[in-house]
């Protein structure tokens, strides 16, 4: 993803060393690094449970998982509210276990 964004601003003439300059500093460099070591685990992992399980479960897995993990990062680093939002979370949660289940 990042390669496409690189070559598109390389190609639209707004790519220069000035601008690549921040990003190769040890800091932000090696944080890139670990984010695409990470990313890479994880879509091997998630190459992994479609091979080994139904794709329909991993993507319901995936999906309300995602959904369950963002709402618990915004209550707990961004200070959310809950209000409201319980019984939506408690229905995905539901649905992916049902899912499971069968």
């Given amino acids: ?3 496409t964004t ?12 000035e601008k690549l300059k921040p990003f190769a ?3 932000v460099a090696s944080m890139l690094a670990l984010v695409c070591c ?5 879509m091997l992992s998630l190459y992994k449970a ?9 993507a319901a897995i995936k999906r309300g998982g995602g959904v ?6 915004g209550v707990s680093f961004f200070g959310e509210s809950v209000t409201g939002r319980l ?5 995905i949660a539901a649905g992916v276990v ?4 069968k």
Avoid: W
């Avoid at 690189?6 to 060393?17: D, H």
């Avoid at 479609?50 to 991993?58: E, F, G, K, N, R």
């Fill in 87 to 91: 019984p939506p979370i408690f229905a």
């Fill in 38 to 42: 990470l990313d890479a685990v994880y």
């Fill in 25 to 27: 500093t040890p800091k």
């Fill in 50 to 58: 479609v091979t080994l399980i139904s794709p329909v479960y991993v």
């Fill in 6 to 17: 690189m070559g598109g601003s390389c190609a639209a003439g707004g790519l220069t060393k």
């Fill in 1 to 3: 993803m990042a390669a």
């Fill in 98 to 101: 049902l899912l499971c289940l």
């Fill in 68 to 73: 369950l993990m963002s709402s618990l990062i």
